[in-house]
């Protein structure tokens, strides 16, 4: 009898994730689950394994991440009598364990490349062979795949097969980092803390007001498993009194490490337009040096008078975010006469074209883009999602 499996959660990033896995897990369909490092890909794997016709058979885990390279094609595919030094008997591996049940492969992309080839043929065919045999061996196994890494970048980098990629990638399930679901936060707390008040028989007294502020406003860099190692720690150190802030910014590493640096979802958006805007002026004056050169170049020829540069209008001075003051009313002249509101695009227009450019200019190389506007690779793909620019594809 399967056991059962949640996926915790009740924001709606997470209703709407755990409606799709389980529509996914009823079919056969190969998935690939992306986030960050901690954010819960096993567990929703399981989550849908738990929800799929294969339930009562094998969920074999397997990380590709952890196996040595040398070892990890017998790790997944098994091996023969002395296929190899110290292959002192026949060995199956966890595909053939995972037959009629659920393979999850985690990292994957830290798998070989000549691994890889093999795993490619297992999911077109479900054929393999043991290291050291000729022999052909079927194995019905759904395979769910994880990584925290871009694969459609490893595959522009040469290391990773793009054909796999395809094939991993019917269907793609992201898990949003839990920075971004602060909603979610007390809800896993209260399930681990119940989960350790019964582990370790120890009765737990909660959490102050101010404390459980900055745990719902911490930034959470390790996600979900961070947040269940502190909780852990806390009730066995503390011996299950209740936690103050002081008592709370021993445990959160990044808190001492950036001095009380919290996440401020309003704050972290302001400072994107920010580096998007000084991105765009940066663009916008090294424009104007290349056009001063050329014209410059072409002025030192005799046949060629001088003449004035053409360059384009400047850019409006920088705002102040969020919102600029209101205009005021002039002093001098007739009273009650506003002054013009000048006319300025949007930030939300800049940050879009500033994109834009950058990715053309760099023909859609996304890391580059990244690096060149301050962004991180996952806010670019976020922005470039919601302003549907054509380079996404």
């Not at 300025?344 to 060149?372: C, H, M, P, S, Y």
Request: charge should be neutral.
């Amino acid at each position: 009898m399967s056991k059962t499996i949640d996926f915790l959660g009740e924001s709606a990033a997470i209703a709407q994730l755990k409606h799709l896995a389980l529509q996914v897990a009823q079919t056969e369909v190969t998935v690939l689950i992306t986030g960050e490092t901690g954010s819960g890909k096993e567990v929703l794997a399981r989550f849908i394994h738990a929800g799929s016709r294969r339930s009562h058979k094998n969920f074999i885990p397997v990380n590709c991440g952890a196996i040595p390279s040398g070892i990890l094609e017998s790790e997944l595919f098994g091996h023969e009598k002395g296929a190899f030094t110290g292959a002192i008997q026949s060995r199956k591996g966890y595909f053939e364990s995972a037959d009629h049940g659920t393979i999850f492969l985690d990292e994957i992309g830290e798998m070989p490349l000549e691994t890889q080839v093999k795993l490619l043929r297992v999911i077109e065919t479900g054929e393999f062979q043991r290291v050291g045999s000729s022999e052909a061996i079927y194995s019905d196994a759904r395979i769910i795949a994880a990584t925290n890494k871009n694969l459609q970048q490893a595959v522009a980098e040469k290391n990773f097969r793009e054909d796999l990629y395809f094939r991993l990638h019917s269907v793609e399930l992201h898990i949003p980092p839990l920075r971004e679901r602060e909603r979610d936060v007390l809800v896993l707390a209260e399930h681990f803390i119940h989960q350790f008040e019964r582990k370790h028989g120890i009765s737990f007294e909660g959490f102050t007001s101010e404390a459980g502020e900055i745990l719902l406003r911490y930034n959470w860099p390790g996600n979900v498993r961070e947040l269940k190692n502190i909780l852990e720690s806390l009730l066995i150190l503390e011996k299950g009194k209740q936690i103050t802030p002081e008592i709370l910014d021993k445990h959160l590493v990044q808190r001492n490490k950036y001095k009380g640096l919290v996440y401020d979802p309003e704050k972290s958006e302001k400072n994107e337009l920010n580096l998007i805007y000084n991105s765009l002026i940066r663009l916008h004056q090294e424009i104007n040096e290349i056009k001063q050169l050329l014209r410059q170049r072409e002025s030192t020829h005799e046949d060629h008078p001088k003449t004035p540069l053409l360059l384009p209008p400047p850019l409006p001075a920088k705002q102040q975010f969020p919102d600029s003051r209101p205009d005021t009313v002039s002093k001098s002249g007739t009273a009650g006469t506003e002054r013009q509101k000048p006319e300025v695009e949007t930030l939300e227009t800049l940050e879009k074209q500033a994109i834009a450019d950058a990715l053309a200019a760099f023909n859609g190389n996304k890391r580059q883009t990244a690096k060149a506007l301050g962004l991180n690779e996952r806010t670019l793909y976020r922005k470039i999602r919601k302003y549907r620019l054509a380079a996404e594809d």
